[in-house]
């Protein structure tokens, strides 16, 4: 064999080798764009979880000044009772206007209690979502790395095993609709 093709066959044998990796750079350029796509929704998760908590942090302490201040005036009307006030209708009137703001305090602090307790459910099931779209990247991200391997390698097999880890993340991503 002369030179020329000798070069000409071991071009021939890296192109066909490159050929037969193209499937696994393709699944590689895809597992990349599904890392991007839970990443983003992992972190969307995560926000949701924080803002609810904020938002139900804010419910119970709108409950707990309801509650103080419902406190404080029941402990005023206590105190009315030895008051001996020298017009005791206008002492009757502000004690009755008290009982009525406690009796509105009352249903704003069921209200208030009801919504931080929703909101606390919210939470949870934010943080769940965030938890699987987690685990998902963390799974896609390994399969993206073992795949990477058979590049390497030029063993399929490290292909398989990215294969299988990347579709452990997607179920893993998919069973957020699962939740409730």
């Known amino acids: 064999m002369e030179a020329n093709e000798v070069q000409e066959l071991e071009e021939h044998a890296e192109h066909g080798s490159e050929a037969a990796l193209r499937p696994v750079a393709f699944t590689m350029a895809v597992l ?27 419910m119970w302490g709108e409950y707990q000044a309801q509650n103080i201040r419902s406190y404080d005036t029941d402990l005023s009307l206590g105190q009315m009772k030895f008051l001996d006030p020298k017009d005791k209708d206008a002492a009757n009137k502000l004690a009755d206007e008290y009982r009525k703001h406690q009796a509105s305090w009352a249903d704003k602090m069921a209200d208030e209690s009801k919504e931080a307790k ?54 893993s991503a998919l069973s957020v609709l699962l939740l409730k």
Do not use: P
């Open 32 to 58: 990349a764009v599904l890392v991007a796509i839970v990443t983003v929704l992992g972190h969307r998760a995560d926000t949701e979880a924080v803002l609810n908590q904020n938002k139900a942090t804010d």
């Open 118 to 171: 929703a909101l606390e459910v919210e939470v949870e099931q934010a943080v769940a979502r965030a938890d699987r779209f987690d685990l998902a990247e963390a799974l896609l991200e390994i399969g993206l790395v073992i795949t990477s391997v058979t590049l390497l390698t030029h063993s399929r097999i490290y292909w398989y095993f990215g294969i299988v880890f990347s579709l452990a993340g997607v179920a």
